[in-house]
Each structure stands twice: as C-alpha cells, then as structure tokens.
C-alpha cells in the first residue's frame, strides 16, 4: 500500500486523526494511573480488587517472560559456536547439501544436535519454498554509521570489528554517514578512518548529510537515508543488484560479534521472504558496561533481556537500535522516515504497511554489543540514560501513523491489525504505568485506608497477596540475575567476583529502575505526544575508558 | 519456539482466567467449606498484642501465628480467642465475627501477673513534675532538695548547689511545659518573691533570676516548647510577654497568642493518661492508681496497680511505657512498667474499637 508513513504534510482530516491518535496513549496512560489514584482515595475496597488483579497479571507475565528468556538464552548458546560460513556454503549448492546433512546425526554435545534440527527444518522450508537465494559470493553487506559526536574512541572499535569478520570483507562495503554540523575533529577522524579502512573492505568512503534539507528534521534517519541513497547510486554504477545487497544500520558504537555478517548471511539466504523481512541481532550494551554505575548496567542488561524474550516471538517482533534488512526492501520502501526519531522501529512499520503485512522480523542469536549511555559523573549518566529511555519510548510516535495505516490498509487482515494494534497500544500503556503501580500506587488503597476499608477483610489480605505475587517476582529476578551473570561480559580486573556479586545486589534497585528508568520517561514521551511537543533527537553521551 | 510461545501464552492465560477470580473471592473472604462444599463468607481477627509474640488460640485451637497475627476464614459468627503469655494473665474473649468484615483488636493490652515496680529514691517527695525531654523534676519545699531525674537513669541530681544563694529558698510553684528543657520556678528567697528560669539542657542547669520583669504575681506562666525566648504571663485583665533574652516586657493581644502554649503548674494535677495508642485509660481514683484496657466484647475490667500519694503528679513516659509517681505510704519515687513495647500505630482502628473517653478527661 502507497502511505505517506509520516506525520507532516496530512490532508486537514488525516492530520485530526493523526492528532486524536497521538493523543490517545498518554491519555490511556493518564486515566490509568489517575483514576487508580482516585479509585485508592475514594473507592479503597474497588481499587484494591483492580490492583490485585493486575498483580497477579504481571506476575504471570513476569514468569512466562523469564520462561521465554530461558529458553531463549539456551538458544543463544545453542548457536554460539555454529559454523555459519560452512552452512552458507552448503546452501550454495542446495540440492546436494540437503542430502548430504539430512541422515547425519549431527555432533556430539546435544546443543550441536538441536541447533543442526533447526538448520535442517529452516533448509527443508528454504527447498520447498523454491525461492532459492543469490549465491554467497554476489552477496554485498552494506553497513552505514551515523555520525555526529562520536571520537575515534567509539568508531574505531565499531570498524575494527567488522573488520574482524569472518566472512568476505571485500564484499563489505562501509559507508560513514557523517552530519555536516559535525565539529572538526570528528570529520577528521572519519576521513581518517575511512582512509585506513578503504582496502580493507570492497570499499569504505563518507557520505556528508548537509545540516539543512527542507523536509527533514535533524533525525538520524535523514542521515542514514543520505547515506542509503548514495550507496545505491554506487552499487547501480557497479551493476549490483538490491537484491544481493543486505543493508545493516548500526549506531557509531555498535561492535559486531565475530560471526555476525557470516550468521546474517546465513539467515538471510535461508528465509524464503528475504526482501520482506528485517533482521534483528540481539542488543547487549557490553562496551562500557563495567565502567557505569550500577543502576545502567541494571537498566540495559534489562533492555537485552527484553530484546532476547522478544525474538522468541517473531510474530509480534519489531526491529530496535541496530539491525540489518534487505537493500531492495529500503530502497522500495523509500528508505528510513526522515522526520522521525524513532527510526529503527519506523522502518519496520513502514515496511510492514508497504507491504500489506508481508513483511516480518527475523531473529538472530548473536549479540552486537553497544554502550551505555554514560556521562563524567552518576548524575549525568542517570540524566543521559533518562534521555535514551525517553527516545526510545518515543516510538510511540510509531503508533498514530500506524493505526492510520491500518485503518486506510484493506489488504492488511484485520486480525492481523487488532493484534498488532494491541500489542503496541498495549506495550505503550503498560511501558508508562506498570512501574508506578507496582511501585507506588499499589500501596495506596492501604495507606489512605478510611474505617470502613481498613475494617474489612480485603484490606488485610491485599498485603498478603501482594506479598506472595513479589516472592514469586523475586525468583523471577534470581534467574534473571543468573542470567545476567553468565552473559556479563569478563573483566581483567581483580577480585572480579567481588564485581559480579555487586552486580548481583543491583538488582535490587529493580523498583527504583522500573519507575525512574522505564514508566517515568515513558510517561514522559507520551505526555509530550499528547500535547503535541515533539521530541528532537537527543544524542547519547558514551564514553569509554581507554583499556590499558 | 513460536507454536511453544503460543501454547504456553493460551496456558498462562487460561490459569489467569481461573486464578484470578479465585484470588478476588478469597480476598474478599469467600471460601469453599471443605464439608459442604459451598462457598461461605468469612470474616477475620487481626490481633496485636503489648507485648507481641503471644500465643494465640481460636475456639480452643493453636494458631500458628504468635501476635501479631491475622486469623483468617472464620465463619460469622462467635469465636470463642485465648491469648497466652508466659507472665501474663490469658486474655480471652467470645469475639463476633462478620463475613468480609475485620475485628480489630489492637494493641490488646496483657495484664502482667504481677506489675514490674521500681523504687528510684530513697527520700520522699512533695510532687513531680515532667520537664523536656525525659527529664523528671521531684520537687521539696526547699529548693535545696528539688531533685532532677533522667528518667531510669539512676539517682537524681539537686537542682541547686548547697551553696547556692537560692539554695534555702522556699518553692511557691513550678512551672514545665512539655517537652520544653525550661522550667520557672516562683520561690521566695530571704523574703522576697522570686521567679527564677533555669535551663535544664546545661549541665549543671543554668539558673537567670527573672523577677524584674514581672510587676506582680501572675495566675499563670505558660510558653511554647519550641519558642526558647518568649514567656506569657496572664494576670487577672491582661497577657504580657516577656522576652527573657532582651529581657523586655510587652502588652499581648490575648486573641493572638501563639497556639502550642501549654504549661502545667503545680497547682494543676497530671493523674490521668490515655496510652497504648489512646485505647488504655491510666488514672489514680483516690490513692489507687488503676488501668482501664479497652475492651469491646465483653464486660469492662480494672486493674489496680500501685498506690500513690494523693494531689501528686503522675508521669507517663510514652517512650519507656513508664509510669512514675510517688508512693502512698513513704512519698518516695517509683516506676512501675506499664507497656512493656511501644504500641503499634500503623493499623488505623476503627473509632467504633476505642475507648469513648469525654473530652474533658482526655485533656491530659
């Protein structure tokens, strides 16, 4: 479908609908935890009921969520010593590989035996479908950076480790996507590094974004879009076809495991939908990770959990912060919004509609690694991560332009319209108020209790179920602590345990970090959507220590 | 993983759907008699005790909550509670239960079997008085033998030096206010009447002779524990204020005098306290000092406790759960042990759980 996947320039009745739908989730979100509020103070006894309820709502949540982050960390360690290159070149040559891995009872340890189960299934999908991919050696890995303030400190390790790759480098092309309004410095390292890197790869070279372009806003997205739009011009003059180009828009820190491009490679040959699909590596924010205070590493160790629950569910997956997709599919879906924030997120609803819900996200286990957000000291950094969270809660500006779309889409099926409608209604809903009615306004009913409640039976047992629900939520967070543990990055520091059983004891910080961190800038973002005060891109501060 | 996700989704809401309900009925007391099979209303008890960790039955079963404690799933209806403790007398009451309603009885006061009494001095007394914060003044009609106590530590100390010029004054009347570390006393020293302000938070007390700024003998002296400047004394027509650091005197506006102005005099008699989170009445009636505990489900009770002298003051330190007083027969100072913890506070009872004490009585 033809949709004009913005909200500037709207005929008079779509621009009121657009307006009516940017102001719908912060006024669910303000009715919520408002009325709660009002319902404790006034209705003790009905509030008390309702909260319970919803208690018990989350913790099923919580506990099925860890379920599926289990599963889904196993999964992880599953692939992590999977040969990709050896498995892209057995799709090469399809017919024969088939057979030849088909009867073998694959390794010994049952992680290689379960990861060859789902090679075999995804190949067997691949051969029925018949939609065969390009053969590996005229694949092109397209990978723009978008910089604006980023030092050779952050960029240099980002390239390095692409560099790194095991898979053909001479088919990578890097572009850096630099903003015109970059201080000197910055451009310089750029040209700099562009120039020890430009043999390394097919090629690597900078695209500058001049400052002012009628119709964009100073979004990242515009950035990236300049950049794509001269990478097709550059792959058209050299004859490469979009569809042997796969296209990875990573932030400037972003450092790719070893085996990322050889994984993406294998993904993206081995699903038949390749053009209608995007695919979503999962974020950890190990670069800096022990050098910020312990409520980050709390924060964005949650935000990878997050992203590892959902790649467990491709249906309703939607791609976050660096990923990669098809190059044909940008360039039909006319690249990134570039009056957008939320960038990463929009490509997808934009493909989505593009498509008529053809479109879907694949999810890869293998992690690229990104920064958190840190500053010079605990007050910055808490600001700083403030901020980001505030950015990425901003997708839901996602969400009227989308609800648009489907109203307007009548190929979409309307299933499929009200599940995902749901889901990012409901995601937004509950990203603003969970926090403060689990951590605050859940106790309200007991502590503005008038006679008449405090003398009934539910007024006694309320702590007690809520007791019970928050065990079970803690053994929910003793498995995430597990988790984070084992996935935490080593540090050749001494008494490295010590650190580890610190990090451990920050989880505590979980209700603070669920209201100040999570539902706060949340509240914050849709808060602004519904007065109309658009949010302008906010670059994260990152800082690194240098290693010795 | 997807097919898993969703069998697993359909799961967990399915038990939601079932759980969920269920949860809400049995928070508002619903539960199935195991014997009949259908769902009953219930009520509960909440039950703390001073002192807590008491054992508790219900229709004499062992509960396995020790105080404080919530008894859940009683039927309407009489519940016939004991509570037990080492020392104590058993509490037990038929108390009424109502489905979905809570019966409180909080901060239920055990009657030890014998009253913890202390002496503290070993010479009587003419009154006591309190004075800032935990400090007890035993007063004699000599200055010399007025005595401060910090309450339970050890022997008192004299107010006065023997070689102090105000030390053979006589005591007319002495002034406190509540947790104020200042008292007045109005004495007559060689004749003269004298008002002498003394400052119990030096050590030794700092003593300033005040006479000056009063013309004459006023009905009563009273001031505001945070204000450490300002005193009012009230004659028969009008109010002064006296500022004691620039020591000067001026004419108050009686509408306008500051609130928190409370000062006992010794004219005034202190015997009578509502303690145990205002639902026990403490008070001497004659010479017998007797508690009255709350009590709601059954006939009142009284406990005697010691005997004091009478027209005395009584002081009941809500920090210690202390009650100091003077005895009867010799005059000398006792304790005895009324509370054994501080009270609960957090659980709001229910006004129709209180004692209904007059107003009058209640202003301590």
């Given at each position: 479908?033809?949709?004009?996947?913005?909200?500037e320039?709207?005929?008079?009745?779509?621009?009121?609908?657009?307006?009516?739908?940017?102001?719908?989730?912060?006024?669910?979100?303000w009715?919520?935890?408002?009325g709660?509020?009002?319902?404790?103070?006034?209705?003790?006894?009905?509030?008390?009921?309702?909260?319970?309820?919803?208690?018990?709502?989350?913790?099923m949540?919580?506990?099925?969520?860890?379920?599926?982050?289990?599963?889904?960390?196993?999964?992880?360690?599953?692939?992590?010593?999977?040969?990709?290159?050896?498995?892209?070149?057995?799709?090469?040559?399809?017919?024969?590989?088939?057979?030849?891995?088909?009867?073998?009872?694959?390794?010994?340890?049952?992680?290689q035996?379960?990861?060859?189960k789902?090679h075999?299934?995804?190949?067997?999908?691949?051969?029925?479908?018949?939609?065969l991919?390009?053969?590996?050696?005229?694949?092109?890995?397209?990978?723009?950076?978008?910089?604006?303030?980023?030092?050779?400190d952050?960029?240099?390790?980002a390239?390095?480790?692409?560099?790194?790759?095991?898979?053909?480098?001479?088919?990578?092309?890097v572009?850096?996507?630099?903003?015109?309004?970059?201080?000197?410095?910055?451009?310089?390292?750029?040209?700099?590094?562009?120039?020890?890197?430009?043999?390394?790869?097919?090629?690597?070279?900078?695209?500058?974004?001049?400052?002012?372009?009628?119709?964009?806003?100073r979004v990242?997205?515009?950035?990236?879009?300049?950049?794509?739009?001269?990478?097709?011009?550059?792959?058209?003059?050299r004859?490469?076809?979009?569809?042997?180009v796969?296209?990875?828009?990573?932030?400037?820190?972003?450092?790719?495991?070893?085996n990322?491009?050889?994984?993406?490679?294998?993904?993206?040959?081995?699903?038949?939908?390749?053009?209608?699909?995007?695919?979503q590596?999962?974020?950890?924010?190990?670069?800096?990770?022990?050098?910020?205070?312990?409520?980050?590493?709390?924060?964005?160790?949650?935000s990878?959990?997050?992203?590892?629950?959902?790649?467990?569910?491709?249906e309703?997956?939607?791609t976050?912060?660096?990923?990669s997709?098809?190059f044909?599919?940008?360039v039909?879906?006319?690249?990134?919004?570039?009056?957008?924030?939320?960038?990463?997120?929009?490509?997808?609803?934009?493909?989505?509609?593009?498509y008529?819900?053809?479109?879907?996200v694949?999810?890869?286990y293998v992690?690229?690694?990104?920064?958190?957000?840190?500053?010079?000291?605990?007050?910055?950094?808490?600001?700083?991560?403030?901020?980001?969270?505030?950015?990425?809660?901003?997708?839901?500006?996602?969400?009227?332009i989308?609800?648009?779309?489907?109203?307007?889409?009548?190929?979409?099926?309307?299933?499929?319209?009200?599940?995902?409608?749901?889901?990012?209604?409901?995601?937004?809903?509950?990203?603003?108020?969970?926090?403060?009615?689990?951590?605050?306004?859940?106790?309200?009913?007991?502590?503005?209790?008038?006679?008449?409640?405090?003398?009934?039976?539910v007024?006694?047992?309320?702590?007690d179920?809520?007791?019970?629900i928050?065990?079970?939520?803690?053994?929910?967070?003793?498995?995430?602590?597990?988790?984070?543990?084992?996935?935490l990055?080593k540090?050749?520091?001494?008494?490295?345990?010590?650190?580890?059983?610190?990090?451990?004891?920050?989880?505590?910080?979980?209700?603070?970090?669920?209201?100040?961190?999570?539902?706060?800038?949340a509240?914050?973002?849709?808060?602004?959507l519904?007065?109309?005060?658009y949010?302008?891109?906010?670059?994260?501060?990152?800082?690194?220590?240098?290693?010795? | 993983?997807?097919?898993?996700?969703?069998?697993?989704?359909y799961?967990?809401?399915?038990?939601?759907?079932?759980?969920?309900?269920?949860i809400?009925a049995?928070m508002?007391?619903?539960?199935?008699?195991?014997?009949t099979?259908h769902?009953?209303?219930?009520?509960?008890?909440?039950i703390?005790?001073?002192?807590?960790?008491?054992?508790?039955?219900?229709d004499?079963?062992?509960?396995?909550?020790?105080?404080?404690?919530?008894?859940?799933?009683?039927?309407?209806?009489k519940?016939?509670?004991?509570?037990?403790?080492?020392?104590?007398?058993?509490?037990?009451?038929?108390?009424?239960?109502?489905?979905?309603?809570?019966?409180v009885?909080?901060?239920?006061?055990?009657i030890?079997?014998?009253?913890?009494?202390?002496?503290?001095?070993?010479?009587?007394?003419?009154?006591?008085?309190?004075?800032?914060?935990?400090?007890?003044?035993?007063?004699?009609?000599?200055?010399?033998?007025?005595?401060?106590?910090?309450?339970?530590?050890?022997?008192?100390k004299?107010?006065?030096?023997?070689?102090?010029?105000?030390?053979?004054g006589l005591?007319v009347?002495?002034?406190?206010?509540?947790?104020?570390?200042?008292?007045l006393?109005?004495?007559?020293?060689?004749?003269?009447?004298?008002?002498?302000?003394?400052?119990?938070?030096?050590?030794?007390?700092?003593?300033?002779?005040?006479?000056?700024?009063?013309?004459?003998?006023?009905?009563?002296?009273?001031w505001?524990?945070?204000?450490?400047?300002?005193?009012?004394?009230?004659?028969?027509?009008?109010?002064y204020?006296?500022?004691?650091k620039?020591?000067?005197?001026?004419?108050?506006?009686?509408?306008?005098?500051p609130?928190g102005?409370?000062?006992?005099?010794?004219?005034a008699?202190?015997?009578?306290?509502?303690?145990?989170?205002?639902?026990?009445?403490?008070?001497?009636?004659?010479?017998?000092?007797r508690i009255?505990?709350?009590?709601?489900?059954?006939?009142?009770?009284?406990y005697?406790?010691?005997?004091?002298?009478?027209?005395?003051?009584?002081?009941?330190e809500?920090?210690?759960?202390?009650?100091?007083?003077?005895?009867?027969?010799?005059?000398f100072?006792?304790?005895?042990?009324?509370?054994?913890?501080?009270p609960?506070?957090?659980?709001?009872?229910?006004?129709?759980?209180?004692?209904d004490?007059?107003?009058?009585?209640?202003?301590i």
């Amino acid at each position: 479908m033809k949709f004009h996947y913005s909200k500037e320039n709207l005929k008079p009745r779509q621009a009121k609908l657009q307006r009516s739908l940017e102001i719908l989730p912060g006024a669910c979100s303000w009715s919520v935890l408002l009325g709660l509020i009002f319902l404790s103070i006034f209705f003790p006894f009905t509030a008390a009921i309702l909260i319970a309820a919803f208690y018990l709502s989350w913790i099923m949540r919580i506990l099925y969520s860890t379920l599926f982050l289990l599963l889904s960390y196993l999964q992880m360690n599953i692939e992590r010593n999977t040969d990709w290159v050896l498995r892209i070149h057995g799709i090469d040559n399809l017919p024969v590989y088939l057979k030849e891995v088909t009867p073998k009872r694959f390794g010994r340890h049952w992680r290689q035996r379960v990861s060859h189960k789902i090679h075999l299934r995804q190949l067997n999908k691949l051969s029925a479908s018949g939609i065969l991919p390009p053969a590996s050696k005229d694949l092109y890995h397209l990978v723009i950076f978008p910089v604006i303030k980023e030092g050779r400190d952050i960029l240099e390790p980002a390239i390095d480790a692409i560099s790194r790759q095991n898979f053909h480098l001479k088919q990578t092309v890097v572009i850096f996507a630099l903003e015109e309004r970059a201080a000197l410095p910055i451009q310089n390292t750029v040209y700099e590094l562009e120039k020890k890197y430009k043999d390394v790869f097919f090629d690597c070279f900078t695209v500058v974004h001049p400052a002012v372009v009628p119709g964009e806003a100073r979004v990242k997205g515009a950035n990236v879009t300049c950049a794509a739009k001269q990478a097709a011009v550059f792959f058209q003059n050299r004859q490469i076809p979009f569809e042997n180009v796969i296209i990875s828009c990573f932030d400037a820190d972003t450092v790719v495991s070893l085996n990322y491009f050889a994984c993406l490679t294998y993904h993206f040959m081995v699903s038949p939908n390749r053009h209608r699909a995007s695919f979503q590596p999962i974020p950890v924010y190990h670069n800096n990770i022990w050098h910020v205070p312990g409520f980050a590493r709390v924060v964005e160790t949650g935000s990878s959990f997050y992203q590892l629950i959902e790649a467990t569910n491709p249906e309703k997956l939607v791609t976050f912060s660096s990923h990669s997709m098809s190059f044909k599919a940008l360039v039909d879906v006319d690249y990134w919004p570039v009056d957008m924030i939320s960038d990463d997120s929009a490509i997808f609803w934009k493909s989505y509609i593009h498509y008529d819900g053809q479109y879907q996200v694949v999810p890869m286990y293998v992690t690229l690694s990104m920064d958190v957000a840190s500053a010079h000291n605990w007050w910055q950094t808490a600001y700083s991560v403030y901020k980001q969270k505030q950015r990425w809660a901003w997708g839901v500006e996602n969400f009227p332009i989308v609800m648009r779309a489907f109203l307007r889409s009548k190929k979409i099926p309307l299933y499929e319209k009200l599940r995902l409608g749901f889901k990012l209604f409901e995601g937004n809903l509950s990203w603003a108020t969970s926090g403060f009615i689990l951590s605050i306004i859940g106790w309200l009913p007991v502590i503005f209790a008038r006679r008449e409640f405090a003398s009934s039976v539910v007024y006694y047992n309320v702590p007690d179920i809520a007791n019970t629900i928050f065990a079970l939520g803690f053994f929910a967070i003793c498995i995430t602590i597990i988790l984070s543990l084992s996935i935490l990055p080593k540090t050749k520091i001494r008494y490295r345990w010590l650190l580890k059983l610190g990090h451990a004891f920050e989880w505590l910080m979980v209700p603070f970090i669920l209201v100040v961190f999570s539902a706060m800038p949340a509240l914050h973002a849709q808060t602004r959507l519904m007065f109309g005060k658009y949010l302008e891109f906010w670059v994260t501060d990152k800082k690194r220590i240098p290693q010795k | 993983m997807l097919w898993l996700r969703k069998i697993v989704f359909y799961i967990f809401a399915l038990i939601y759907l079932v759980i969920c309900p269920l949860i809400v009925a049995r928070m508002l007391g619903f539960v199935i008699n195991p014997l009949t099979h259908h769902i009953v209303k219930t009520g509960l008890v909440y039950i703390s005790t001073n002192p807590p960790d008491a054992t508790v039955y219900v229709d004499g079963r062992l509960s396995h909550q020790k105080t404080p404690a919530v008894l859940r799933d009683l039927r309407p209806g009489k519940h016939f509670i004991r509570i037990e403790m080492d020392g104590y007398n058993d509490w037990e009451r038929d108390v009424p239960i109502v489905g979905k309603k809570a019966t409180v009885l909080a901060n239920t006061l055990l009657i030890p079997q014998e009253w913890p009494i202390k002496k503290i001095s070993d010479r009587s007394y003419q009154n006591i008085f309190p004075a800032g914060q935990d400090i007890l003044i035993a007063t004699d009609p000599i200055l010399k033998d007025i005595d401060i106590y910090h309450s339970s530590q050890g022997p008192g100390k004299s107010l006065f030096s023997k070689n102090s010029i105000y030390a053979d004054g006589l005591l007319v009347r002495l002034f406190s206010a509540p947790k104020s570390p200042f008292i007045l006393l109005e004495a007559t020293i060689k004749d003269k009447h004298k008002f002498l302000w003394v400052n119990l938070k030096e050590n030794p007390p700092m003593v300033e002779d005040i006479s000056d700024l009063f013309s004459d003998i006023p009905t009563r002296i009273a001031w505001d524990n945070a204000d450490n400047e300002n005193i009012f004394a009230f004659y028969l027509r009008d109010v002064y204020r006296i500022n004691i650091k620039d020591k000067a005197v001026s004419l108050q506006d009686a509408g306008r005098l500051p609130e928190g102005l409370g000062t006992q005099a010794s004219d005034a008699l202190s015997d009578k306290f509502l303690i145990n989170d205002k639902n026990t009445l403490l008070v001497r009636e004659g010479i017998q000092i007797r508690i009255y505990p709350k009590e709601d489900f059954g006939p009142s009770k009284v406990y005697d406790i010691a005997r004091s002298k009478p027209l005395t003051n009584m002081y009941f330190e809500e920090k210690t759960g202390e009650l100091f007083y003077l005895d009867d027969d010799t005059g000398f100072l006792y304790t005895a042990q009324i509370l054994p913890y501080h009270p609960i506070l957090n659980i709001p009872i229910p006004e129709s759980l209180r004692i209904d004490i007059p107003k009058k009585e209640s202003a301590i």
